[in-house]
């Protein structure tokens, strides 16, 4: 089996996503998985999880080949459990991932995407400690409208804005983390190396500001 790049998307279902918003991310993963199965790369390489988190946080979707993933039945309601999903992440990668061992190469370094729209409602310092204990490629936060830049920002470096959850923008959003997949994916194969932040991804479009 070839090494596989391993992808987690953590999206934001709590409340204020409800209504077109969630609808737009549904869209968004389908979209974004139809997009990955047309590149050789990703589909030789990129493993696909999806974690959702509100009142608590939850495996929507298992890391899957792009072949096989299905997209997941996704509903807006409950709190911003952060540190659920941060904890979540951090858990399942180090069950999900093979290790290097002496004869094996283990899997690449997990891109991570996370999409919030507000910010954390429960004690995510604790997820976030656990979160830093395993070892990341990049880690992308996206904050929507008024989404919680700060929180963002202790995670990861790497934080971008969307201003508004309309149409257009959850669009690009996907179609960025399609790209960077697709850049990643092509990376490992080429280049043998991590993908380490978001200086060696594909430019964000328009619609989407990188936080500095």
């Known amino acids: 089996m070839s090494r596989r790049l391993p992808v987690y998307l953590l999206l934001d279902t709590s409340g204020s996503m409800s209504g077109e918003p969630i609808e737009q991310v549904k869209n968004g993963v389908q ?3 139809a997009s990955l199965r047309q590149d050789p790369y990703a589909l030789e390489t990129a493993w696909l999880s999806v974690i959702t988190f509100s009142s608590g946080a939850n495996v929507a979707v298992p890391l899957t080949e792009l072949t096989a993933f299905q997209p997941p039945t996704i509903d807006a309601s409950g709190s911003t459990d952060l540190g ?3 904890e979540l992440v951090a858990n399942s990668v180090k069950k999900d991932l093979v290790k290097t061992t002496p004869t094996t190469k283990g899997d690449w370094r997990p891109m ?7 910010g954390p409602t429960d004690d995510w310092q604790k997820g976030l400690a656990r979160f830093r204990q395993e070892k990341w490629g990049v880690v992308v936060g996206c904050c929507v409208d008024s989404g ?7 995670i990861t470096e790497s934080v971008v804005r969307l201003n508004t959850s309309d149409t257009g923008s959850m669009k690009a959003f996907f179609k960025w983390i399609s790209s960077s997949v697709s850049q990643g994916s092509k990376s490992v ?3 043998g190396k991590d993908v380490q932040g978001l200086s060696e991804l594909p430019p964000p479009p328009p619609e989407i500001k990188v936080v500095v």
């Open 189 to 191: 194969e080429q280049a």
């Open 112 to 118: 991570v995407f996370l999409m919030t729209d507000g």
């Open 31 to 33: 979209m974004l998985v």
């Open 84 to 86: 659920a999903a941060l």
């Open 148 to 154: 919680d830049e700060t929180a963002l920002k202790q």
